[in-house]
């Protein structure tokens, strides 16, 4: 089996997963507000498989977001979303600061300038979804980094390049020491 075949697959396993994770695995706060996981997914992928596996999950995340009763603009704006966050993290810019540089200058005009033109919506739903959606790629975000972090520190083979496997007592150990 050839890389790009290999990639094909595993993107599509991406897709899928966020799109569910989006679309169904959603934690109600209040009314209609909810966290969405899809995102952090995305993010996941983007730091361990780069930007071809990322990029079509990050439409998957917006078409699950758009069927749970959002915008028709919400695949779009993810993508972009995360294909600017990548530029700004190839840029040594940090995942969680790219990803609220992303929402302040860029996602949540864009978000209101779109959604203003699209939909007959109350001025202030529109100003809770944008804060909603901006606190979820936020948040997504260091979710993400978080977890790429702990799997580097607990020094798995596959996430820090090493071909040595480590016991996870001393993968524990080390942990909790450093």
Known sequence: MTKGVKQFGLGLCVCAAVFA???WAQVPLSGSIAIHWGQAICFFSLLVFGPRVAMPAAFAAGLGLMLTGGHQFLPVLAVIELGLIWVLFRRSVPLVAG???????IGLPLYWLLARGGAAISSHDLHVQLLITALNGTFNA???SGFYL??????IPFF?????AYPLFRQVFGLIVN
Do not use: E, I, M, P
Not at 99 to 105: D, E, I, Y
Not at 160 to 164: E, G, I, Q, V, Y
């Open 160 to 164: 820090t390049n090493d071909s040595k």
């Open 21 to 23: 994770a989006n679309r």
């Open 142 to 144: 260091g979710l993400a």
């Open 99 to 105: 990803a609220l540089l992303f929402w302040l200058l």
């Open 150 to 155: 702990l799997l580097v520190a607990l020094r």
